[in-house]
C-alpha cells in the first residue's frame, strides 16, 4: 500500500510519502527508489505504482519545456506536452501505461494535479488530494 500526499502552498507544492514496498507475497520491506523527486526546478513528483513504473519515471521521464504553450496554462502543458513525455518514458523503460493501476502527483510552481493511469490530468479545487491505496 502506499500513501502520496500533496498540498498547495504560497511557496510550492509540499508532498509527503510512505517508504513502504510490496512485491508479490513479500510481507513487506522498506523501498530504496524514493517515491518523491524533483526532476526540474518547478516541478516535484510522487509517484504510486510498481518499483519498474516509479523508476521509470525517475529514470526516463524528461520533463518538456512550456514553449509554445499558453502562458500560465498549466493544464494544456501538462495534458499534452507532459502525458507525451510519460508516454514516451514508458516506451523507453519498456512498460504500457495500461499494464496496471498508478498515480502521480505532480507539483508545479504552487499548483497540485494528479495524473491517473489512463494519463488524464486534474486539479483538485480544495488545494490538496493524494493517491495511493
Known amino acids: ?24 507475497e513479500d510481507e513487506g520491506t522498506t523501498m530504496t527508489t524514493a517515491k518523491l523527486w524533483r526532476p526540474a526546478e518547478d516541478v516535484v513528483l510522487g509517484a504510486a505504482g510498481s518499483y519498474r513504473l516509479i523508476q521509470t519515471l525517475k529514470y526516463y521521464l524528461l520533463i518538456p519545456t512550456r514553449t509554445g504553450r499558453l502562458d500560465g496554462d498549466t493544464e494544456e502543458w501538462l495534458a499534452a506536452d507532459f502525458v507525451d ?19 502521480l502527483l505532480i507539483g508545479v510552481g504552487s499548483e497540485l494535479w494528479k495524473m491517473d493511469c489512463y494519463c488524464g490530468v486534474t486539479r483538485s479545487s480544495c488545494g490538496y488530494m493524494a493517491i495511493g491505496g
Open 1 to 24: 500500500m502506499t500513501t502520496i500526499a500533496g498540498i498547495e502552498s504560497a511557496k510550492g507544492v509540499i508532498l509527503g510519502a510512505d517508504t513502504f514496498a510490496r512485491i508479490g
Open 85 to 103: 513525455s510519460v508516454r514516451e518514458a514508458f516506451v523507453a523503460g519498456g512498460i504500457s501505461n495500461g499494464d496496471e493501476e498508478w498515480g
